[in-house]
Every structure is written in C-alpha cells, then in structure tokens.
C-alpha cells in the first residue's frame, strides 16, 4: 500500500540545499568552474529525486498528481509515469553535463552558459507536462 508521507522529499529538499551552501565554500576561484559545478550538481539532485519518486512509487510529490490519483492508478501506473520523468531528467543531465565540458573548453561566456543550462531544465520540465497518469 502507497503511505502518504512527504518526508522523503523533506529529506532530499534538506540535503540538496546543505550541498550547495557547502558549495560556496570549496576552494575554488573561478567562478566559471564553481557555477558549472552547481548546475551539474543541481541536475544530478534532480535527477535522483525522480529516481527516488520512481523506487518508491510517491508520484504524488509532482505537482499536478494527488495521493489519490496515485492510488488509483495502481503500482505499474504509478512506474511507468515516474520512468518517463527519470529519463527525461536523466537526459537532461547527461546533455548538460556534455555542454559544460564543451563550454569550458571553448571558454564561453558564463552568461551563455547560464542561458543553455536554463533552456534545458525548462525543455525538459515543459516536455513531461504531456505525461499522464
């Protein structure tokens, strides 16, 4: 039986917010580099979190999908919408993470790189919104 329980989320929201305070402090002086690090990290967090919605069926953590909606649509429902979330995240991940080793070498901007880095998690946060349940 699916428990209601946002704990999980809590947790993942905690832990994801304590690493990128920590981030501030590592020893690293350029900006550049630091940034990429925190968006490969932001993506990697993102991506784990929609692997934990999909072990633990809890696909009423998306915004749009009550616990009630969950239970109804039963477990194999429940799997394959979190799948599909997964691997667009996963995707989206896999993407950036290339791009900002393409943009480090090429020494591009981090203006622009800010700008790619946001195009893909909006791609790929607009592109489950055709996802149902």
Request: with cysteine; hydrophobic share 55%.
């Amino acid at each position: 039986m699916l428990r209601k329980s946002y704990l999980g989320f809590w947790i993942w929201t905690i832990v994801y917010t304590v690493a990128v305070m920590c981030m501030a402090y590592l020893p690293i002086h350029n900006t550049g580099i630091l940034v990429r690090i925190i968006f490969n990290f932001t993506n990697l967090a993102i991506t784990a979190l929609t692997f934990i919605i999909f072990i633990n069926e809890k696909i009423f953590w998306y915004n749009g999908i009550t616990y009630e909606q969950a239970i109804e649509a039963g477990s194999d429902r429940r799997k394959a919408y979190a799948l599909k979330h997964v691997k667009i995240f996963g995707a989206a991940t896999l993407i950036y993470f290339i791009v900002s080793l393409i943009t480090v070498f090429l020494n591009i901007n981090l203006g622009v790189e800010t700008l790619i880095y946001t195009l893909i998690i909006i791609i790929a946060a607009v592109s489950t919104i055709r996802f149902k349940l």
